[in-house]
Protein backbone atom coordinates (compact mmCIF):
# COMPACT_ATOMS: atom_id res chain seq x y z
CA UNK A 1 0.00 0.00 0.00
CA UNK A 2 1.54 3.40 -0.98
CA UNK A 3 0.77 6.67 0.07
CA UNK A 4 -1.87 6.93 -2.23
CA UNK A 5 -1.76 3.71 -1.74
CA UNK A 6 -22.20 -1.44 27.43
CA UNK A 7 -22.37 1.45 28.25
CA UNK A 8 -24.37 -0.07 31.36
CA UNK A 9 -27.97 0.75 30.98
CA UNK A 10 -29.61 2.06 34.27
CA UNK A 11 -33.33 1.03 35.06
CA UNK A 12 -35.47 3.35 37.44
CA UNK A 13 -39.00 3.45 37.54
CA UNK A 14 -40.52 6.89 38.63
CA UNK A 15 -44.37 6.26 40.30
CA UNK A 16 -46.91 8.52 39.82
CA UNK A 17 -49.61 7.29 42.18
CA UNK A 18 -49.81 8.72 45.80
CA UNK A 19 -48.79 6.44 47.92
CA UNK A 20 -49.82 2.58 47.30
CA UNK A 21 -48.24 2.92 44.06
CA UNK A 22 -46.36 -0.63 43.62
CA UNK A 23 -42.19 -0.38 44.52
CA UNK A 24 -39.73 -0.47 41.53
CA UNK A 25 -37.75 -3.67 40.93
CA UNK A 26 -34.30 -2.17 41.45
CA UNK A 27 -31.80 -1.70 38.95
CA UNK A 28 -29.40 -5.04 38.12
CA UNK A 29 -26.18 -4.20 39.64
CA UNK A 30 -23.35 -3.23 37.76
CA UNK A 31 -21.10 -5.14 36.13
CA UNK A 32 -17.45 -6.39 38.29
CA UNK A 33 -14.95 -4.00 38.42
CA UNK A 34 -12.15 -6.12 37.65
CA UNK A 35 -14.15 -6.68 33.93
CA UNK A 36 -13.27 -3.85 32.95
CA UNK A 37 -10.42 -1.49 32.41
CA UNK A 38 -10.39 2.78 31.40
CA UNK A 39 -8.72 3.53 28.11
CA UNK A 40 -6.09 6.27 29.14
CA UNK A 41 -7.32 10.20 28.24
CA UNK A 42 -3.41 10.36 27.09
CA UNK A 43 -4.29 6.87 24.88
CA UNK A 44 -7.66 7.74 23.29
CA UNK A 45 -7.91 9.12 19.70
CA UNK A 46 -11.20 11.17 19.28
CA UNK A 47 -11.80 11.33 15.39
CA UNK A 48 -14.64 13.54 14.47
CA UNK A 49 -15.73 13.12 10.70
CA UNK A 50 -18.72 14.30 8.94
CA UNK A 51 -20.07 10.70 9.44
CA UNK A 52 -19.47 10.55 13.11
CA UNK A 53 -17.14 10.10 15.77
CA UNK A 54 -14.40 7.24 15.71
CA UNK A 55 -12.53 6.68 18.91
CA UNK A 56 -9.24 5.00 18.65
CA UNK A 57 -6.90 2.85 21.55
CA UNK A 58 -3.46 3.79 20.59
CA UNK A 59 -0.84 1.17 21.15
CA UNK A 60 2.74 2.38 22.14
CA UNK A 61 3.91 -0.79 23.00
CA UNK A 62 3.96 -1.92 19.63
CA UNK A 63 5.02 1.35 17.39
CA UNK A 64 5.83 4.38 19.57
CA UNK A 65 6.95 6.21 17.25
CA UNK A 66 4.08 6.28 15.08
CA UNK A 67 2.12 6.73 18.00
CA UNK A 68 4.38 9.82 19.32
CA UNK A 69 3.80 11.18 15.65
CA UNK A 70 0.13 10.87 15.46
CA UNK A 71 0.12 12.65 18.90
CA UNK A 72 1.77 15.12 17.46
CA UNK A 73 -0.42 16.11 14.90
CA UNK A 74 -3.22 15.81 16.18
CA UNK A 75 -1.87 18.66 18.97
CA UNK A 76 -1.28 20.78 16.53
CA UNK A 77 -4.54 20.42 14.44
CA UNK A 78 -2.48 18.83 11.30
CA UNK A 79 -5.67 16.07 11.09
CA UNK A 80 -8.57 19.03 11.29
CA UNK A 81 -10.44 19.09 8.13
CA UNK A 82 -8.21 16.50 6.14
CA UNK A 83 -10.36 14.21 3.81
CA UNK A 84 -10.63 10.42 3.68
CA UNK A 85 -9.35 10.35 0.02
CA UNK A 86 -8.75 6.51 -0.76
CA UNK A 87 -11.24 4.61 0.58
CA UNK A 88 -12.22 0.73 -0.49
CA UNK A 89 -15.27 -1.33 0.67
CA UNK A 90 -13.76 -4.37 2.35
CA UNK A 91 -10.66 -2.51 2.75
CA UNK A 92 -9.66 0.61 4.44
CA UNK A 93 -10.31 4.06 4.77
CA UNK A 94 -7.13 6.00 4.48
CA UNK A 95 -6.58 9.67 5.21
CA UNK A 96 -3.71 12.41 6.63
CA UNK A 97 -2.87 13.90 3.74
CA UNK A 98 -2.92 17.68 3.51
CA UNK A 99 -3.54 17.72 -0.17
CA UNK A 100 -6.27 15.26 -0.46
CA UNK A 101 -4.26 13.61 -3.78
CA UNK A 102 -2.72 10.73 -2.13
CA UNK A 103 0.60 12.33 -2.36
CA UNK A 104 1.05 14.82 0.79
CA UNK A 105 2.00 14.24 3.86
CA UNK A 106 3.27 16.64 7.19
CA UNK A 107 6.34 18.66 7.19
CA UNK A 108 8.19 16.24 9.69
CA UNK A 109 10.71 13.54 8.48
CA UNK A 110 9.35 9.95 7.67
CA UNK A 111 9.36 7.25 10.00
CA UNK A 112 11.14 4.24 10.34
CA UNK A 113 9.11 1.56 9.82
CA UNK A 114 7.72 -0.56 13.19
CA UNK A 115 6.29 -3.36 11.70
CA UNK A 116 7.19 -5.91 14.65
CA UNK A 117 7.91 -5.34 18.46
CA UNK A 118 9.61 -7.35 20.81
CA UNK A 119 7.48 -8.64 23.76
CA UNK A 120 8.79 -9.17 27.11
CA UNK A 121 7.37 -11.05 30.78
CA UNK A 122 6.28 -7.77 31.45
CA UNK A 123 3.73 -6.42 28.87
CA UNK A 124 0.00 -7.47 29.61
CA UNK A 125 -0.50 -10.06 26.55
CA UNK A 126 -3.86 -12.25 26.74
CA UNK A 127 -3.00 -14.91 24.25
CA UNK A 128 -6.65 -16.59 22.76
CA UNK A 129 -5.30 -19.20 20.79
CA UNK A 130 -1.94 -21.28 20.13
CA UNK A 131 -1.24 -22.35 16.84
CA UNK A 132 1.94 -24.64 16.28
CA UNK A 133 5.23 -22.38 17.09
CA UNK A 134 3.29 -19.32 18.13
CA UNK A 135 0.71 -17.27 20.22
CA UNK A 136 -2.51 -15.29 19.08
CA UNK A 137 -3.74 -12.56 21.29
CA UNK A 138 -4.38 -9.11 22.53
CA UNK A 139 -2.11 -6.20 23.70
CA UNK A 140 -4.97 -4.67 25.18
CA UNK A 141 -7.82 -4.05 22.33
CA UNK A 142 -5.06 -4.62 19.77
CA UNK A 143 -4.79 -8.50 18.28
CA UNK A 144 -1.04 -9.76 17.67
CA UNK A 145 0.43 -12.74 17.00
CA UNK A 146 3.75 -13.44 18.73
CA UNK A 147 6.47 -16.25 19.35
CA UNK A 148 5.47 -18.27 22.21
CA UNK A 149 7.13 -17.44 25.92
CA UNK A 150 9.42 -20.23 26.41
CA UNK A 151 11.27 -18.63 23.94
CA UNK A 152 12.27 -15.74 26.09
CA UNK A 153 14.91 -17.67 28.11
CA UNK A 154 17.03 -17.95 25.11
CA UNK A 155 17.25 -14.21 23.84
CA UNK A 156 19.39 -11.31 24.79
CA UNK A 157 17.20 -9.02 26.04
CA UNK A 158 14.43 -11.81 26.92
CA UNK A 159 11.90 -11.13 24.93
CA UNK A 160 10.22 -12.17 21.52
CA UNK A 161 9.04 -10.79 18.33
CA UNK A 162 5.34 -9.90 17.70
CA UNK A 163 3.46 -7.99 15.30
CA UNK A 164 -0.31 -6.45 15.00
CA UNK A 165 -2.58 -8.42 12.81
CA UNK A 166 -5.12 -6.59 10.44
CA UNK A 167 -8.46 -7.02 12.10
CA UNK A 168 -11.44 -4.85 11.37
CA UNK A 169 -11.13 -1.34 13.01
CA UNK A 170 -7.33 -1.76 13.62
CA UNK A 171 -4.89 1.11 12.59
CA UNK A 172 -2.11 1.28 10.17
CA UNK A 173 0.48 3.90 9.30
CA UNK A 174 0.35 4.49 4.90
CA UNK A 175 3.78 4.37 3.39
CA UNK A 176 5.42 4.89 -0.30
CA UNK A 177 7.13 1.45 -1.71
CA UNK A 178 10.49 2.45 0.95
CA UNK A 179 9.88 0.73 4.56
CA UNK A 180 10.82 3.98 5.96
CA UNK A 181 8.23 6.35 4.61
CA UNK A 182 5.62 6.33 6.36
CA UNK A 183 4.84 10.21 7.94
CA UNK A 184 0.90 11.35 8.67
CA UNK A 185 -1.13 9.65 6.37
CA UNK A 186 -3.33 6.03 8.20
CA UNK A 187 -5.85 4.02 7.12
CA UNK A 188 -8.37 2.04 9.28
CA UNK A 189 -9.68 -1.22 8.59
CA UNK A 190 -13.10 -1.73 7.24
CA UNK A 191 -12.43 -5.45 7.37
CA UNK A 192 -9.58 -7.62 7.66
CA UNK A 193 -7.14 -7.98 5.41
CA UNK A 194 -4.18 -11.07 6.60
CA UNK A 195 -1.63 -9.26 3.72
CA UNK A 196 -0.65 -6.48 5.62
CA UNK A 197 0.39 -8.15 8.51
CA UNK A 198 3.80 -7.43 8.97
CA UNK A 199 4.32 -4.96 6.20
CA UNK A 200 2.65 -1.88 7.48
CA UNK A 201 2.97 -0.65 10.94
CA UNK A 202 0.14 -1.12 13.54
CA UNK A 203 -0.44 1.63 16.35
CA UNK A 204 -3.63 1.18 17.25
CA UNK A 205 -7.04 0.20 16.98
CA UNK A 206 -10.90 1.71 16.60
CA UNK A 207 -13.13 1.14 20.11
CA UNK A 208 -16.07 2.46 18.88
CA UNK A 209 -17.19 4.26 16.02
CA UNK A 210 -16.23 1.02 13.28
CA UNK A 211 -19.93 1.40 11.91
CA UNK A 212 -18.90 5.54 11.36
CA UNK A 213 -15.10 3.86 9.50
CA UNK A 214 -17.70 1.68 7.33
CA UNK A 215 -20.09 4.32 6.16
CA UNK A 216 -17.02 6.95 4.95
CA UNK A 217 -17.71 7.47 1.33
CA UNK A 218 -16.09 4.64 -0.92
CA UNK A 219 -14.74 4.67 -4.27
CA UNK A 220 -16.12 2.66 -7.06
CA UNK A 221 -12.10 2.70 -8.63
CA UNK A 222 -9.43 0.17 -8.24
CA UNK A 223 -7.15 3.31 -6.85
CA UNK A 224 -10.49 3.97 -4.56
CA UNK A 225 -9.56 8.05 -4.62
CA UNK A 226 -13.03 8.99 -3.90
CA UNK A 227 -14.74 12.22 -5.53
CA UNK A 228 -15.89 14.74 -2.88
CA UNK A 229 -15.13 12.97 0.15
CA UNK A 230 -15.79 12.80 3.75
CA UNK A 231 -13.90 14.03 6.27
CA UNK A 232 -12.14 14.68 9.71
CA UNK A 233 -13.44 17.53 11.28
CA UNK A 234 -11.52 17.81 14.21
CA UNK A 235 -8.86 15.22 15.99
CA UNK A 236 -7.32 15.03 19.02
CA UNK A 237 -6.03 13.24 22.29
CA UNK A 238 -9.02 13.12 24.51
CA UNK A 239 -6.54 14.29 27.02
CA UNK A 240 -6.57 17.28 25.07
CA UNK A 241 -9.91 18.04 25.04
CA UNK A 242 -12.15 20.25 27.64
CA UNK A 243 -12.96 17.89 30.52
CA UNK A 244 -17.04 18.64 29.33
CA UNK A 245 -16.28 17.64 25.65
CA UNK A 246 -13.93 14.53 26.72
CA UNK A 247 -15.26 11.18 26.08
CA UNK A 248 -14.85 8.19 28.44
CA UNK A 249 -14.40 4.58 27.37
CA UNK A 250 -14.27 1.51 29.57
CA UNK A 251 -12.91 -1.55 27.66
CA UNK A 252 -13.76 -5.59 29.04
CA UNK A 253 -11.03 -6.58 30.14
CA UNK A 254 -9.04 -9.03 28.31
CA UNK A 255 -7.82 -10.89 31.68
CA UNK A 256 -11.48 -11.50 33.12
CA UNK A 257 -13.62 -14.07 33.25
CA UNK A 258 -16.18 -12.34 31.30
CA UNK A 259 -13.58 -12.03 28.45
CA UNK A 260 -12.74 -15.95 28.06
CA UNK A 261 -16.29 -16.58 27.99
CA UNK A 262 -16.74 -14.49 24.66
CA UNK A 263 -14.03 -16.02 23.46
CA UNK A 264 -14.99 -19.21 24.16
CA UNK A 265 -18.45 -18.45 22.36
CA UNK A 266 -17.11 -17.08 19.61
CA UNK A 267 -15.09 -20.01 19.18
CA UNK A 268 -18.08 -22.23 19.23
CA UNK A 269 -19.82 -20.18 16.74
CA UNK A 270 -16.83 -20.31 14.12
CA UNK A 271 -15.46 -23.61 14.78
CA UNK A 272 -12.89 -24.43 12.75
CA UNK A 273 -12.73 -21.01 11.09
CA UNK A 274 -12.04 -19.45 14.53
CA UNK A 275 -10.12 -16.46 14.07
CA UNK A 276 -8.65 -13.61 16.95
CA UNK A 277 -10.65 -10.98 14.23
CA UNK A 278 -13.93 -13.10 15.07
CA UNK A 279 -13.51 -11.48 18.72
CA UNK A 280 -14.98 -7.83 19.38
CA UNK A 281 -13.98 -6.35 22.83
CA UNK A 282 -16.80 -4.71 24.21
CA UNK A 283 -16.26 -1.00 24.57
CA UNK A 284 -18.85 1.52 27.63
CA UNK A 285 -18.41 5.04 25.83
CA UNK A 286 -19.56 8.11 27.65
CA UNK A 287 -19.58 10.37 24.83
CA UNK A 288 -18.73 13.49 26.03
CA UNK A 289 -19.84 16.60 24.57
Not at 145 to 169: E, S
Not at 198 to 227: C, E, F, H, Q
Amino acid sequence: MVRNALAAAVLSALLSGPVLAQEASPPPPPPPPADWRAVLPSELLVIDTSKGRILVELAAELAPAHVERIKLLAARGFYDNLAWHRVIDWFIAQTGDPLGTGDGQSWYPDLKGEFTFRRGPDMAFTPVAAPTGALIGFVRSVPVQTQPDDLMAGTADKKVHGWGLYCPGVAGMARDEGNDTANSQFFLMRQSYPALDKRYTVWGRVVSGLDVVRALKASPNPDGIVTEPDRMTRVRLAADLPQAERPAVQMMNTTSAAFRALVEQARQAKGADFSVCDIDIPAQVTPGA
